[in-house]
Each structure stands twice: as structure tokens, then as C-alpha cells.
């Protein structure tokens, strides 16, 4: 896919830990970030449990084209663009559902659901042309890593695996709390749009600074503790894997207090089925860490976060205009916590939830405040002098350190300056 934009000089905009405003603002660079970024590189789409069956659909998005995730009659996971090549109307206007074909309203041009066309209406009036490259677009590569299908509309590059690189090791230490060892998306999506551009958002998922003042109120009044964990004495870290995945590790803290399913406000007592079975399926002294180590908190480059007890998929629509899709993380022979886990999603990002709320007002306010002329430059050089390197070899600091915002701007830089 080619937009042929002209390419942004970012030397004159990127200067360290130095970030230029027009970034975030500047019509051409959101355009030059579609092509660069959006339809170059792999994108999260869904997840294999929302299209269960054969013949299941359902509505996504890479950016802000619609894409249709299908199952099809060979199993296989499709990614079809949501445009008849007749006169490009869209073929598909159901949220989800379960359908063999989808049919063009305007002149009945009717497509597997794979993207072969199989019919059109009045035949003869295209005597013996070939109609068989007639089928909807597809996203040139779809693949898949345990469960979660991400999509490419580059038809070469690096593959799914290299593209997630140590990022991977988040999600399968997200499945280990399955006693499946399966996740499932299952619950329902909430969209939240936001006046703001997509990268306040991307970088605010692993910002561990803001927490303590930005979320205080629903940290007091929930007195579930989680302040402690961005606090200045917290032994949490923040991690830059490369490529633009970052993470907030908050086991180190959780390890400290030496509590299974401490993280997430509740003992094993409270969920004795659940514990029962992570003890049957990983045995109790490995059943015992994963329950007190809990699920990540990663953000996986430019769409993917994935927060302990959700999931956010982040669309950008305009260079001011982003949606962000929130479902609750549900677990395969979880039942018993898979409860919870919805009322605590409701609870915290819900329609009268406080901590979307407030992160979303942070979003509109720094998105209006950074059209103001001076100072022209962010600076995110928090943390900076305690900047290490892990057992593996990836840059870690403090939980409130800004080593997450440096890792994404140094890999939005490679991404936008690449030929």
C-alpha cells in the first residue's frame, strides 16, 4: 500500500530525548505514519476465539481501514478488506455474525468468506471477461501467536516472530494463567474515543509516572494498594524489549510481598476452583509463583496492551481522533475468575469507570496544550542516569522512568526514516 506522502525530515524533530510537539499535530506526519507504520508493519487484529467456528466474522481494524477477520471453511484465520471491487461499497456492516458469503448491496456481487468472488448478478454483460481477480482484498500476510492474529498489508518484511521479538515471553507469561493455557476474547468490546493523537496513548499504557497523581482518587478509594506500586521506593521496572515494545514489571514488587494472586486484590481462598485447577495444570509450587507474579502490563508496538486484566487495541482515526477498544481478558477453564475479571474491567474502564476517565482527560488536555507555541519540545529524559541492562540484555530502569517513551521514539524513528 502507497500513499506517496513525502517523507518528514525527523533529525529537525527527534532530538534525543528531545520530541518536537508537531509530532503529535501535524496532519502530514499522521499520513506519512499510516504508510510508514500502519500498513508497513504488523498491527494486532483480533483474536482467534472471536471467530470460533467455521464461517465466523467479525468487524476490525488495522489504523482506521476496516478489515473483516473470518473463519473460513478451511479453518483458516482470513483478513479481507471490507470494499467490493466493483464500485467499492462495503460488503460487510454486521459488527460479527456467522455467514458462508458476504453480498454486495448495490449490484448483489456476492464473495466467499475467504474473498473469492463467487457470483455477480447478470452475467452475460461481462460476456467472457475473467472475473476471478475480482475478489476482495485481503492483508497480504495474517499470522498468528497463540491466538492473537496480527496482519501486514506489507507483503515482505520481517516475520510475526522477529517483528515480537522478547515481547513474545509477555504473552505466554499472560497464558500460564489459563489452567488452559489458552486466553479467550469472549466478553464484549467498550470503545472510548478520545480527542488526542494515537501516540499520547501508546506511550501513557507504559508511563509509571503517572499513576500516583493521575489515578490517587481510584487508588484511595479502592484501597487496592496499586499506588504503592509507581510510588519512588517501588522495586517495579519499566523495560524496553526493542521494536517498540515496552513493559511495566510490577512482579519484583509482587515477589517482595510474596502473596498468590495478590495482584489482583484476592487470595486463593476466594477462588478455590481456579487455584485448584492452575495447581492441576502447572503443579503447585509453579502454580504457586505464576499466581503471585500475575499478569503483564505490555505494550506491544502500535497497537496491542495488554493491562493484567485487559486488553486495549488502539485505532487511530486522525491525527486528532483515536478510539481505544477495551474487552476484559478472559481465561480458558478460568470460570471462576473470569467472573471477576469482567466486574473488575467494569468496574475500572467501564462506562462509569474512573481510570479510562481520568487517562483519557490527560489524553484532550496534553493534545490541546502541545498546540501551544512555547516550549516547542517534550522532554523525556526521566530516569535517564539509572538506565541498565537486564539478564537478557534489555534497558531497564525505574517503574517511573521514561526508558518505555525513549524505546517507542527510537523505533518510531527507524520506522519513519526507513526507505
Not at 14 to 31: C, K, M, N, W
Request: proline share 5%.
Amino acid at each position: 500500500m502507497n500513499l506517496s506522502v513525502q517523507p518528514t525530515d525527523l533529525s529537525d524533530r527527534i532530538r534525543g530525548e528531545h520530541i518536537h510537539g508537531s509530532l503529535y499535530t501535524d496532519p502530514a506526519v499522521f499520513q506519512e505514519e499510516l504508510e510508514k507504520i500502519w500498513y508497513r508493519t504488523w498491527v494486532y487484529v483480533g483474536h482467534e476465539s472471536e471467530v470460533p467456528e467455521t464461517n465466523d466474522f467479525v468487524l476490525k481494524s488495522i489504523g482506521p481501514q476496516p478489515v473483516i477477520m473470518t473463519r473460513g471453511a478451511d479453518g483458516e484465520v482470513h483478513l479481507l478488506q471490507n470494499r467490493c471491487p466493483h464500485r467499492g461499497n462495503q460488503v460487510c456492516t454486521r459488527a460479527k455474525g456467522n455467514a458462508r458469503r458476504f453480498t454486495c448491496p448495490f449490484h448483489n456481487w456476492t464473495f466467499e468468506n475467504d474473498g473469492r468472488l463467487a457470483a455477480y448478478a447478470f452475467p452475460e454483460g461481462y460476456a467472457d471477461r475473467d472475473m476471478s481477480e475480482l475478489g476482495l482484498g485481503r492483508v497480504p500476510r495474517v499470522a498468528s501467536y497463540r491466538g492473537f492474529v496480527f496482519g501486514s498489508f506489507a507483503g515482505t518484511g520481517p516475520t510475526l516472530a522477529d517483528h515480537l521479538g522478547g515481547a513474545a515471553e509477555t504473552i505466554d507469561r499472560l497464558c500460564e494463567h489459563s489452567p488452559e493455557g489458552e486466553v479467550e476474547l469472549t466478553a464484549g468490546f467498550l470503545q472510548h474515543r478520545v480527542k488526542a493523537n494515537w501516540k499520547f496513548v501508546l506511550e501513557n499504557e507504559t508511563d509509571g509516572y503517572h499513576p500516583a497523581f493521575v489515578h490517587a482518587s481510584i487508588f484511595k478509594v479502592a484501597e487496592s494498594g496499586l499506588g504503592g506500586l509507581y510510588g519512588d521506593r517501588s522495586t517495579a521496572l519499566t523495560r524496553d524489549f526493542g521494536n517498540g515494545h515496552t513493559e511495566i514489571d510490577l512482579r519484583p514488587e509482587f515477589r517482595r510481598l510474596d502473596r498468590p494472586m495478590g495482584w489482583f486484590g484476592t487470595t486463593p481462598e476466594k477462588l478455590p476452583d481456579y487455584a485448584s485447577a492452575m495447581a492441576a495444570a502447572h503443579g503447585a509450587d509453579k502454580a504457586r509463583e505464576i499466581m503471585i507474579d500475575g499478569t503483564p502490563h505490555v505494550m506491544i508496538f502500535p497497537n496491542l496492551f495488554i493491562a493484567e486484566i485487559q486488553i486495549f487495541v488502539i485505532q487511530p482515526r486522525a491525527v486528532d481522533d483515536t478510539v481505544q477498544h477495551v474487552t476484559a481478558l478472559q481465561l480458558k477453564g478460568g470460570r471462576e475468575m473470569n467472573r471477576r475479571l469482567r466486574q473488575q474491567t467494569m468496574g475500572s474502564v467501564g462506562p462509569a469507570g474512573f481510570l479510562l476517565a481520568d487517562d483519557s482527560e490527560m489524553y484532550e488536555r496534553t493534545h490541546r496544550g502541545v498546540q501551544s507555541l512555547q516550549p516547542e519540545w517534550l522532554f523525556l529524559g526521566r530516569g535517564d542516569h539509572r538506565e541498565r541492562r537486564d539478564a537478557d540484555g534489555y534497558m531497564v530502569a525505574h517503574a517511573t522512568d521514561e526508558v518505555p517513551s525513549r524505546g517507542i521514539w527510537q523505533h518510531y524513528r527507524r520506522l519513519m526514516e526507513a526507505a
